[in-house]
């Protein structure tokens, strides 16, 4: 069983503009996915149509194995958790504890049993002691931090990060990402697919898929994918570091190639 | 004329439970037409303190001289309030959230109008900015709501620009765009300053601090603890550590390889460019 199959998926929001152009992909279960594109490159709307906020024009999606349709939403939303951009947008309670509890009562979990969950998944996310704390008084990573709690209390099986740090402050940005390795260490199984334009995020995931103008236009291992650097440059994308200082000293009659990582750069270049 | 903090504090939300010293005795100088950068982590007060510039804040003590304007503390009423408005603009965090008008152009409008101009100047203005900040003619009618994220940013900051301040305070300007998408936005600010306007940026991105900023001021607690040109401040290794503040990746790179021998000028490195050619000089001269 796969995760995601997409197979021919085409949406636009308006008639003259497609944003997704026939699109394929498949995602295995229990690996970590990042999905990197520009603004406007289509990458949210296929993070929306994945959990059915958006319906598709064309083609289909299947989150193990059910249909992408109205008839099986609530199976899809049992499945998959999403984490949003904005942390104000997604906070629901008056409190961290009443935020973590909303989609548990929306299942109907005993009260005994919320509980014990509340108390888990807000140790797990370190806010185990702002637990009566509200929303204003928490900064943008630690309501992330609290939005990552409350979808991971639900126990899906499939978590998609749609540009969770894009509006956080470095800091906060380290939190989530540390956070989120540890997850996927405690419970290897959970499908893990990050939308960003943060590169850095990009090589915590083992696979790395480019959307350009609501295609895939490279599909790998980070490494490899990275290895297109004049094509990622030309569509304004990042690259590395590593790739771009060898690239640049590379045009200046110095070669890196087969320097690997950046202390090896350093002694290269001191020799 | 400039900007200038003398010794001023400001008291959030004072006699409750949450009341908090946002700002302890700041005393600042910020010249006319610098670029200036303000750094530090969140809650270390440099939304607060921008935010007295125009006045959205008076201070709880002390006062805030802007140009001829002076928020003062325990002062009813600020002189000209509205003048000062416009003199010093002032653009939120994530500004495409205030976008309301039917259509970009009305939006960008809006600003000069509630300000007095006619509906013929205002609209000249706003077009003016518009094509300023790059947003095509062929966007005006639309409504704002249509535009892509990037897109909306840049009528939202127009919308200030159309009011020509003398002064510009940005809230991290470039949150949340993609890397294209922010530097477009630096090059359009760096413009504005080389026209004359002072520019006043907080930022968490210390690679544009070092790129485009004359001068760096830190905070920590509500207070400034250092303010400094950014090359000088990222060899400041004991302040970097304080207030854990993570330099460009060109300085910490650059600074390995001093480390190991190679002969750089950490002042000369700017951005990506300058780093390479920096480099390239070290190992020719060798």
Redesign the interface.
């Known amino acids: 069983m796969k995760a995601i199959e997409i197979e021919n998926l085409s949406f636009s929001y308006?008639k003259d503009q497609e944003v997704l152009k026939q699109l394929n992909l498949e995602i295995e279960l229990g690996s970590h996915v990042c999905i990197i594109g520009?603004?406007?490159s289509g990458k949210s709307t296929l993070a929306k149509l994945i959990i059915g906020l958006l319906e598709a024009k064309s083609g289909s999606i299947k989150v193990m194995e059910n249909e992408v349709n109205e008839k099986n939403i609530h199976t899809i939303r049992e499945k998959v958790g999403i984490v949003f951009?904005n942390p104000d947008n997604q906070f629901i309670g008056s409190t961290v504890r009443d935020d973590i509890a909303f989609g548990l009562e929306n299942r109907r979990i005993p009260q005994e049993k919320m509980d014990d969950v509340i108390d888990e998944f807000s140790k797990k996310v370190g806010m185990f002691d702002f637990l009566d704390q509200e929303p204003s008084n928490l900064?943008?990573?630690q309501k992330q931090r609290v939005a990552l709690a409350g979808v991971l209390a639900m126990n899906p099986d499939i978590l998609i990060l749609d540009?969770a740090t894009?509006?956080l402050?470095?800091?906060?940005r380290k939190e989530i990402l540390t956070l989120v390795s540890k997850m996927k260490n405690d419970n290897p199984n959970l499908t893990i697919i990050s939308i960003t334009?943060d590169i850095e995020e990009a090589y915590l995931a083992s696979r790395v898929v480019v959307l350009s103008d609501g295609k895939i236009m490279f599909d790998g291992i980070p490494n490899e994918v990275f290895s297109h650097y004049e094509e990622l440059l030309n569509i304004?994308?990042?690259i590395p570091?590593l790739v771009?200082?060898k690239r640049?000293?590379k045009n200046?009659g110095?070669d890196l190639d087969d320097a690997f990582n950046?202390?090896e750069a350093?002694?290269r270049?001191?020799q | 004329m400039s900007v200038k903090f003398e010794n001023v504090s400001f008291l959030y939300l004072p006699k409750t439970p949450f009341e908090h010293l946002a700002l302890d005795g700041i005393d600042l100088e910020i010249l006319d037409g610098t670029f200036t950068a303000i750094i530090g982590?969140?809650?270390s007060g440099k939304s607060t303190l921008v935010q007295h510039i125009n006045a959205l804040l008076r201070p709880s003590k002390g006062k805030v001289l802007v140009g001829d304007y002076v928020i003062a503390a325990n002062e009813k009423k600020v002189n000209k309030l509205q003048e000062l408005r416009k003199y010093a603009g002032l653009v939120f965090q994530?500004p495409e959230y205030q976008l309301f008008e039917e259509t970009v152009l009305k939006d960008v409008a809006f600003g000069p109008k509630n300000f007095k101009d006619s509906e013929q100047v205002a609209l000249e203005k706003a077009k003016k900015a518009l094509s300023l900040v790059g947003i095509e003619e062929a966007l005006f009618d639309k409504s704002p709501f249509?535009l892509?994220?990037?897109q909306k940013r840049r009528v939202a900051i127009a919308g200030i620009i159309a009011l020509e301040p003398q002064i510009l305070v940005l809230d991290e300007p470039t949150?949340?765009?993609?890397?294209?998408?922010a530097k477009e936005m630096m090059s359009l600010f760096k413009t504005i300053n080389e026209r004359g306007t002072t520019v006043i940026m907080i930022t968490?991105d210390m690679d544009n601090v070092l790129k485009y900023c004359d001068r760096a001021v830190v905070m920590k607690d509500g207070k400034i603890v250092k303010i400094e040109q950014p090359s000088e401040l990222f060899k400041d290794e004991e302040l970097l550590k304080e207030i854990?503040l993570?330099e460009p990746?060109i300085i910490s790179?650059a600074k390995?390889?001093i480390a190991?021998?190679?002969n750089l000028e950490l002042n000369d490195i700017k951005d990506?460019d300058s780093f390479?050619a920096q480099?390239?000089k070290a190992?020719s001269v060798k």
């Open positions: 308006t520009h603004n406007g951009q900064s943008g990573g540009e894009a509006m402050d470095p800091k906060g334009h304004d994308l990042d570091f771009r200082l640049e000293l200046k110095i950046e202390e350093v002694r270049l001191c | 982590h969140t809650g994530f249509e892509s994220g990037g949150a949340g765009l993609d890397p294209q998408g968490h854990s993570e990746h790179f390995k390889l190991s021998g190679m990506f390479i480099i390239g190992r």
